[in-house]
């Protein structure tokens, strides 16, 4: 096993500024220096959040592996050209960090309720590594302590799932109990909140795993891991300390464009900040046909956006040939603060219609960008809005869905979750549903018969859209056959038509077999080559991308491979199974 070094990194956070200019540089502290006081307790877990908070290849890239989104190309672990020879993420230098932490926060001199809040947020942070390890590889060995190179449990073979994941439990009960629940203005901080906010979503995950995959035989106890996940969320919910943000004409976008976490309802954000060039790259990234990915939506789940109304897109006769400007209006509001459609504008007042520059599939992903133009295209890299990691709208859904798959779930916890979501959203009614969808159930999950479970599926798909969640839902719900779906995109009424899909008088693209010698000033013209991209029906209809690429997921995949280096350091792991 590779050696792991202690290191000891500083937060740079505005909160905190001041308390380390007043330090001595926290890498050249001793250990008992490092444990001498509760600043240096604080500084110490900072870097936690330096080093273990989710990236933004996991926030706001992390639905490139969905069913929901689609890119420049097949991600090449749905293809048969994945091998165990590009297995990865098997590195534990953050736990050894945590580890050491939690052996050492021994000082008597500090008292011990401050000892315990630090002790709280390393092990807040232990849970949150071991939940993304199980995640990738199920079974992996628990390190309730840092290792030395002599340390024979360096060798040791991975656990249970079942001993890691109580172990995680123990973990968040501990943080849970003893992490200060002071609210967190900068949404930078771990609170009590944030810590049951967690708890909803990995007991959710480990409830549903276990009742889906029942080939762990633990089916037993996954009700245990549902109550414990609507427990979790119903004391966030009944703390009054978060609510849905519904400020402005665009509220749920807002939440993601805004430079400080809007924090009534972002629990945790990576924080940005313009002047002190803290910057990200969102927009260069999906306004880029060469640095981006062209991720955007796929048409199959745009139809699952519910009218206006409340009633079902999918219900009407033709609804898979409605051309974009119509398909699109009259819809659910996070519909047009996720995608670019009429009436969106740059900030310098220019339409924007989707950009096929950008996008595969004509539904044209700006939930995380700035709507300035000068962004785009740039490196260095500008984009200083927040990116939230936890979010008062998740805490719902888990809260739904637990007391969904318990059976529990009631009218007065439908208005509370769902419901308050779909009005935030401007849908009219927001009752529950008395029948299940048909195109749900035969588009997505064929197996699943409870109407209301199937509308909480369908919730939880569109308000985390594109925030790195689908993934992890699929891997739960034993849905990984949904990354096998052909990638859909908007409908096309004929070939060569110039499309004004904004309707702002200006035509936005055509589908062509060939590029004409006389061009439309500001037509994209997107070839058709019969292969890679096609439209359904020849001459007409749906556009189809990357239907010649084999896409597999079977139950193997699940889990990832253990990279082949990590085996010969030690036997004793044992490879995945299935990729041995």
Known sequence: MKKIFIYLAVVLTLASCKKILDQDPLDKLTQDQAFSTEQNLELYTNSFLQTMLPSNDVLFKGDQLSDIAVTAGVPQYLTPQFTVQQASGWGWGNLRNVNYFIQNNKNTAIAPQIRAHYMGIARFFRAWFYYGMVKRFGDVPWYGKPLDTTDPDLYKARDPRSLVMDS?????????????????????????????????????????????????????????????????????IKGGKYSLNTAGATPYRALFTSENPVNNEVLLAVVYNNNLSKWHDANYWFTSATYGNKLSLDKSFVNTYLNADGSRFTDQAGYNSIVFQNEVKNRDKRLSQTIRMAPYKRSDGSAAAPDFAFTSTGYHILKFTLDDKALDNRSPVANYNSIPVIRYAEVLLNYAEAKAELGTLTAGDWNTSIGALRTRAGITNTAMPATIDIYMQANFYPDLNNAVLMEVRRERGIELAVEGFRYDDLLRWKA?????????????????????????????????DAVPATKVPGVYYYLLNGISARLSGGTSGILIWMGNISKQFPDKKYNQPIPLGEIVLNPNLKQTESWQ
């Not at 123990?170 to 609170?191: G, Q």
């Not at 096998?484 to 589908?511: I, M, R, T």
């Open 168 to 236: 995680v439990l123990a973990d968040l009960n501990y943080a849970v109990a003893n992490i200060n629940d002071t609210k967190d203005a900068s949404s930078s901080r771990i609170t009590r909140s944030v810590a049951l906010a967690l708890k909803s979503r990995i007991c959710l995950f480990e409830g549903t795993y276990r009742k889906y995959h029942t080939e762990l035989s633990l089916i037993g106890s996954a009700a245990a891991w549902l109550t414990e996940a609507a427990a979790a969320a119903d004391l966030v």
């Open 480 to 512: 990984g056959a949904l990354l096998e779906k052909p990638y859909n995109g908007l409908y096309v009424p004929a070939k060569g038509q110039v499309l004004d899909l904004n309707e702002d008088g200006q035509g936005d693209v055509a589908f062509v």
